[in-house]
């Protein structure tokens, strides 16, 4: 055998087991823990309701599925352990540069935050804005604490690990796990407070995990992580403009509404009833703050269908923006991270069919 071919032939040799070693080289997954339920602890193993949240540690999470390993490398981060309701945006800015830096390191296949459900759908929209990147972001919790019979975490974070190791789940922006589902950041929300299939989404789940195998069926077609205007990197500090949401019933008073303008709310989210209804004793102190500078922003509090321009107020002559099919505290997060870039109305309402 001539020298060239000898050569040659351990080239192809060399190459073949590289790929053999990559190929059995598992993904590499970050898991995230924020606190929650996941990480909670009851009394009793019947205390599926009955709890504390925000006290398992990360290294904790992960040792008690050791099925996981079989799926990727998984490495731990300690981000925070609280209960998401008391997440303000110093934390959910915390979590989206961390999240970010990881996201950065080559290294890195995949991010799991695992998170208390309560607020889980405001941290995975605001990721879904600001992390640049195609790499899988899985925001994974749980109904019912670790202590508790039948307890939903411990699959729920194998099937986030599953999904946020495997390269099908490339480019999908960032997903909600839940009770088997996959669930689009940008519009899947707790709609149940006390089943462990509390979330969904009026347009459905993107797909399914089952024994740690993802399944697809649809993907969003709004703009979200790496095509995205918004980016965690050009904002500084760890507080975003403030925008408050107010909630629509009968028998309202404006007391409220002023009470924000004088607390120097620059935005504020009507949860109306109906198609983000305004009742016409309230229409004249909406105005009145539009004009003093306050952006009125017409949501819903009704759970599915969208909030539609001019239907039920005049809003281009009001100059009011209406939150399409975000749900109030969505629709509270995009404005205030439009805030960082505009005042305009005309931009607000764009961002809000585009997002
Ligand atoms: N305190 C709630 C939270 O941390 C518990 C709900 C849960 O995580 O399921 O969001």
């Given at each position: 055998m001539t020298q060239y071919k000898m050569v040659k032939t351990l080239l192809t040799l060399s190459?073949?087991?590289?790929?053999?070693?990559?190929?059995?080289?598992?993904?590499?997954?970050?898991?995230v823990a924020t606190g929650g339920t996941i990480a909670g602890a009851g009394a009793s193993a019947t205390n599926s309701a009955t709890y504390t949240?925000?006290?398992?540690?990360?290294?904790?999470?992960?040792?008690?599925?050791?099925?996981?390993?079989?799926?990727?490398?998984?490495?731990?981060?300690?981000?925070?352990?609280?209960?998401?309701?008391?997440?303000?945006?110093?934390?959910?800015?915390?979590?989206?540069r961390q999240v970010n830096d990881l996201v950065k390191k080559p290294e890195v296949n995949g991010v799991v935050i695992t998170h208390g459900t309560d607020t889980l759908e405001e941290t995975a929209f605001f990721l879904n804005l600001v992390v640049h990147t195609d790499k899988p972001i899985v925001v994974v919790g749980s109904m019912r604490p670790p202590s508790a019979l039948s307890a939903d975490g411990p699959l729920n974070l194998y099937g986030a690990v599953a999904l946020a190791a495997s390269p099908e789940s490339k480019g999908k922006g960032v997903m909600m796990f839940m009770n088997d589902t996959?669930?689009?950041?940008?519009?899947?929300?707790?709609?149940?407070?006390?089943?462990?299939?509390?979330?969904?989404?009026?347009?459905?789940?993107?797909?399914?995990?089952?024994?740690?195998?993802?399944y697809w069926f649809r993907q969003g077609v709004k703009r979200q992580t790496n095509n995205s205007e918004f980016n965690i990197e050009d904002i500084?500090?760890?507080?975003?403009?403030?925008?408050?949401?107010?909630?629509?019933?009968?028998?309202?008073?404006?007391?409220?509404?002023?009470?924000?303008?004088?607390?120097?709310?620059?935005?504020?989210?009507?949860?109306?009833?109906?198609?983000?209804?305004?009742?016409?004793?309230?229409?004249?102190?909406?105005?009145?703050?539009?004009?003093?500078?306050?952006?009125?922003?017409?949501?819903?509090?009704?759970?599915?269908?969208?909030?539609?321009?001019n239907?039920?107020?005049?809003?281009?002559?009001?100059?009011?923006?209406?939150?399409?099919?975000?749900?109030?505290?969505?629709?509270?997060l995009l404005t205030a991270l439009a805030?960082?870039?505009?005042?305009?109305?005309?931009?607000?309402?764009?961002?809000?069919?585009q997002y």
């Open positions: 190459m073949g087991a590289m790929l053999s070693i990559s190929a059995l080289a598992k993904p590499t997954v970050m898991v949240a925000a006290k398992v540690p990360v290294d904790t999470l992960i040792n008690a599925v050791p099925q996981i390993k079989d799926l990727a490398d998984v490495k731990g981060v300690q981000a925070l352990q609280i209960a998401s309701e008391s997440i303000t945006d110093k934390e959910l800015l915390s979590i989206a996959i669930l689009a950041a940008r519009d899947s929300s707790k709609r149940i407070n006390i089943h462990t299939n509390a979330f969904d989404s009026q347009w459905g789940a993107l797909g399914m995990v089952v024994e740690g195998k993802p500084k500090g760890d507080s975003l403009p403030l925008v408050q949401i107010t909630y629509g019933s009968d028998s309202m008073t404006p007391v409220a509404y002023e009470a924000y303008a004088k607390a120097g709310v620059k935005a504020i989210i009507n949860a109306g009833t109906g198609n983000g209804s305004v009742p016409n004793y309230l229409v004249d102190t909406l105005r009145n703050l539009r004009q003093q500078g306050m952006i009125i922003v017409r949501a819903s509090r009704v759970q599915d269908g969208f909030v539609l321009r239907a039920e107020k005049p809003d281009d002559e009001y100059d009011w923006v209406v939150a399409h099919d975000l749900n109030p505290q969505k629709a509270r805030l960082t870039k505009t005042n305009s109305t005309k931009e607000l309402q764009r961002m809000f069919w």
